[in-house]
């Protein structure tokens, strides 16, 4: 008894529901993969941009500034979530962008780890989803301790130093 294959060439497994080799998923569609070895790097950068923003923030900013933060990045998280969702009708750039956008909530699907490491099964993806949340806790705790110390602890008292500047500055003019 011969099979008849039932998937297209990008398609394999039970219903068709897995990329072939050489191919990666994006927004639902196996695309083939082309040489994207320059992208990683710049994925990385782009990721280490983005965590130290977030913990120089933690550290710099007011509450209320931090405050509004958080909620605008709330809201774009919705919005990508909302623009992937639908982003199968996009064009393939537009595809693209949503995927390097879902950074921001911690989707990085769009490394297209299936074209420089091969198929990988889903412990591994688990691993590191959780690794790199861990990381991103780290370094959140990391910069709200150091706010704590710079900022209140009585032998720093950066806050008030800070404070008496502005208010010596003002006091000037």
Same mark, same amino acid.
């Given at each position: 008894?011969?099979?008849?294959?039932?998937?297209?060439?990008?398609?394999?497994?039970?219903?068709?529901?897995?990329?072939?080799?050489?191919?990666?998923?994006?927004?639902?569609?196996?695309?083939?993969?082309?040489?994207?070895?320059?992208?990683?790097?710049?994925?990385?950068?782009? *990721?280490?941009?983005?965590?130290?923003? +977030? @913990? $120089?923030? #933690?550290? &710099?900013?007011?509450?209320? !500034?931090?405050?509004?933060? =958080?909620?605008?990045?709330?809201?774009?998280?919705?919005?990508?979530?909302?623009?992937?969702?639908?982003?199968?009708?996009?064009?393939?750039?537009?595809?693209?962008?949503?995927?390097?956008?879902?950074?921001?909530?911690?989707?990085?699907?769009?490394?297209?780890?299936?074209?420089?490491?091969?198929?990988?099964?889903?412990?591994?993806?688990? *691993?590191?989803?959780?690794?790199?949340? +861990? @990381? $991103?806790? #780290?370094? &959140?705790?990391?910069?709200? !301790?150091?706010?704590?110390? =710079?900022?209140?602890?009585?032998?720093?008292?950066?806050?008030?130093?800070?404070?008496?500047?502005?208010?010596?500055?003002?006091?000037?003019?």
């Amino acid at each position: 008894v011969t099979s008849i294959p039932i998937c297209s060439k990008e398609y394999r497994g039970e219903y068709c529901s897995l990329c072939r080799e050489g191919y990666y998923r994006l927004a639902g569609r196996c695309q083939l993969c082309d040489n994207g070895s320059a992208e990683v790097p710049v994925i990385i950068f782009a *990721a280490i941009v983005f965590f130290g923003l +977030i @913990g $120089f923030g #933690v550290l &710099f900013l007011s509450e209320f !500034t931090l405050d509004g933060l =958080v909620k605008q990045l709330i809201l774009i998280q919705q919005l990508i979530g909302i623009g992937q969702s639908v982003s199968y009708y996009f064009p393939l750039w537009a595809q693209q962008a949503f995927n390097i956008l879902n950074l921001i909530q911690f989707d990085y699907s769009f490394v297209r780890t299936e074209c420089a490491l091969g198929p990988i099964n889903l412990p591994e993806i688990y *691993a590191g989803y959780i690794l790199s949340t +861990i @990381g $991103f806790f #780290v370094i &959140f705790i990391i910069a709200s !301790t150091a706010r704590s110390i =710079v900022f209140f602890h009585p032998r720093f008292r950066l806050f008030d130093r800070l404070k008496k500047s502005y208010d010596d500055l003002i006091a000037k003019y």
